[in-house]
C-alpha cells in the first residue's frame, strides 16, 4: 500500500503563489509517476500536472504550463506542486495521487490512471 498527504493549500490573492507539498509513504519503491489533479465545486476532477518519479519526465495541463511547476524529491519521498500567477479560477480543492505504471498514464490523463489518492487540500484564490 502507498498513502499520499497533501498540504500547503490555503488562501492567496490573485497574482500570489503557493507551493502545495505531497508526501509519500509505505511501499514507494512502487510508485511509477505521481499527479496533482483539482476539483472545484460542481465540476469534475480534473489534471493538472503530473511527474515520472525516476527520470522526471512531466506533463502539464495547458492552463498550468507556464505558471505552475511540478518536482519531486525522491530522497524526501515527496513531490510539489509550485503555483505561480495565480487566478481566482484556480480555486479548487488539490489531489496529490500515485500510480504504479507509468504506462498508464497518458492524454487525456484521467483519475483513473491512478491508484492512491489524498484527502485534497483547498486553495483559495480571491480577486
Same mark, same amino acid.
Given at each position: 500500500?502507498?498513502?499520499?498527504?497533501?498540504?500547503? !493549500?490555503?488562501?492567496? &490573492? +490573485?497574482? %500570489?503563489?503557493?507551493?502545495?507539498?505531497? =508526501? $509519500?509513504?509505505?511501499?514507494?519503491?512502487? #510508485?511509477?509517476?505521481? !499527479?496533482?489533479?483539482? &476539483? +472545484?465545486? %460542481?465540476?469534475?476532477?480534473?489534471?493538472? =500536472? $503530473?511527474?515520472?518519479?525516476?527520470?522526471? #519526465?512531466?506533463?502539464?495541463?495547458?492552463?498550468?504550463?507556464?505558471?505552475?511547476?511540478?518536482?519531486?524529491?525522491?530522497?524526501?519521498?515527496?513531490?510539489?506542486?509550485?503555483?505561480?500567477?495565480?487566478?481566482?479560477?484556480?480555486?479548487?480543492?488539490?489531489?496529490?495521487?500515485?500510480?504504479?505504471?507509468?504506462?498508464?498514464?497518458?492524454?487525456?490523463?484521467?483519475?483513473?490512471?491512478?491508484?492512491?489518492?489524498?484527502?485534497?487540500?483547498?486553495?483559495?484564490?480571491?480577486?
Amino acid at each position: 500500500q502507498v498513502q499520499v498527504v497533501e498540504s500547503g !493549500g490555503g488562501l492567496v &490573492q +490573485a497574482g %500570489g503563489s503557493l507551493k502545495l507539498s505531497c =508526501a $509519500v509513504s509505505g511501499r514507494t519503491g512502487s #510508485t511509477a509517476a505521481m !499527479g496533482w489533479f483539482r &476539483q +472545484a465545486p %460542481g465540476k469534475a476532477r480534473e489534471f493538472v =500536472a $503530473v511527474i515520472r518519479m525516476s527520470e522526471g #519526465t512531466t506533463y502539464y495541463v495547458d492552463f498550468a504550463k507556464g505558471r505552475f511547476t511540478i518536482s519531486r524529491d525522491n530522497i524526501k519521498n515527496t513531490m510539489y506542486l509550485q503555483m505561480n500567477s495565480l487566478k481566482p479560477e484556480d480555486t479548487a480543492v488539490y489531489y496529490c495521487a500515485a500510480t504504479r505504471e507509468w504506462s498508464r498514464v497518458y492524454y487525456p490523463h484521467t483519475p483513473d490512471q491512478y491508484d492512491y489518492w489524498g484527502q485534497g487540500t483547498q486553495v483559495t484564490v480571491s480577486s
